[in-house]
C-alpha cells in the first residue's frame, strides 16, 4: 500500500472494488458535485509560472493537472452514462492520458477547463441523483481494471478529482503559495 507521504498520491491509492452504501454512495455523489469549487478554490491566485510548476519530479504541472482533470472526466462522464443507459455498454478504453497531458490544449490556459469542470460535474451530479439504487449495480468492463459497477465508477471518480485537488494543493503548502 502506498501512503500518504507518497507524492503520487497524496490521498492514498483507492481500493476498488467499491462497495458504496445509500449514505457513502451520496457522500461520493457529493464529492463530484463539489469538485468544481475545490479545484478552482486550489488553482486560485497562481501566477503561470506556478501554474507551470511540476506537482512532484517528473510529474505533470498544475496546469496539467487540470486539464487533466476535464479530459478524464468528461470520458468518465460518457462512461458513467454508457453504465446507466445500454443494455450492454460498450468495454471502456483506457486512453493515453501522459499523451493527452502533451496536447496543446493542456499546456495552454486553465479557464477553459475549469468551466468545462464545472459544467460537467454540475450535470453529473445531478444526473446520478436521481438514479435509483438498482442502477449503481450496473456493470461495464474496464480494458485495464476489467468488470466495474456504476458505484465503482462513482468512488473511483470522486476520489480522482480529490486525489489531485490533493496534488495541487500539496504543492501549494510545500511552496508557501
Known amino acids: 500500500m502506498t501512503t500518504a507521504t ?50 512532484r519530479a517528473s510529474g505533470w504541472t498544475l496546469r496539467q493537472v ?14 458513467h452514462k454508457l453504465t446507466m443507459t445500454e443494455k450492454t455498454p460498450p468495454p471502456i478504453k483506457a486512453y493515453d492520458e ?8 493542456a499546456v495552454g490556459p486553465i479557464g477553459n477547463s475549469l468551466l468545462l469542470v464545472q459544467a460537467l460535474h454540475d450535470r453529473w451530479a445531478t444526473c446520478l441523483r436521481s438514479l435509483p439504487e438498482a442502477t449503481f449495480a450496473r456493470t461495464c468492463v474496464h480494458s485495464d481494471r476489467g468488470s466495474m459497477t456504476l458505484d465503482d465508477l462513482v468512488g473511483l471518480y470522486a476520489w480522482h478529482g480529490a486525489h489531485h485537488v490533493a496534488h495541487i494543493t500539496t504543492l501549494r503548502r510545500a511552496m508557501g503559495w
Open 66 to 79: 487540470v486539464h487533466h482533470i476535464a479530459d478524464s472526466h468528461v470520458n468518465a462522464y460518457v462512461r
Open 98 to 105: 501522459n499523451a493527452w497531458a502533451h496536447l496543446v490544449d
Open 6 to 55: 507518497d507524492p503520487r498520491y497524496p490521498i492514498g491509492k483507492i481500493e476498488l472494488p467499491v462497495r458504496l452504501t445509500a449514505a457513502t454512495r451520496a457522500q461520493a455523489i457529493s464529492a463530484i458535485g463539489a469538485l468544481p469549487n475545490q479545484l478552482y478554490d486550489a488553482v486560485r491566485g497562481l501566477v503561470d509560472a506556478q501554474l507551470d510548476t511540476p506537482y
